[in-house]
């Protein structure tokens, strides 16, 4: 099974149909503002052992990459959400930090887009 691609060039073209370069620019700039604080409640929650907030930040990880086109890391981010739901939180910590390197990636990704 290959790797899902970083960015889906077909979720970027439709958010340029759906306004103008500035809107893809601001919608970019939203992402790579508000995930960093996601990741930082997932290294919160785990440290606490909170799963409910941790499932919640890995959703809207999975969700915010949806919507961008963020392959990647929405599969990523929905595979540590349904570990948790299923398994619990122990052990996820090493998967955090994967999430964290694709995020960079993706957002180095990004950057050349907007």
Do not use: C, W, Y
């Amino acid at each position: 099974m290959s790797e899902s691609p970083l960015v889906d060039p077909a979720a970027i073209q439709n958010l340029r149909e759906l306004g103008d370069d500035e809107f893809l620019t601001e919608i970019i700039g939203i992402f790579t503002d508000d995930t960093p604080k996601r990741m930082d409640e997932l290294r919160t929650s785990f440290a606490a052992g909170d799963s409910a907030t941790f499932v919640r930040a890995a959703h809207s990880v999975k969700g915010s990459s949806s919507n961008l086109g963020a392959e990647r890391l929405r599969v990523l981010a929905e595979k540590l959400e349904q570990d948790a739901k299923t398994d619990g939180i122990a052990g996820l910590d090493t998967r955090i930090a994967v999430l964290e390197e694709t995020f960079r990636l993706t957002a180095e990704e990004l950057a050349k887009l907007a």
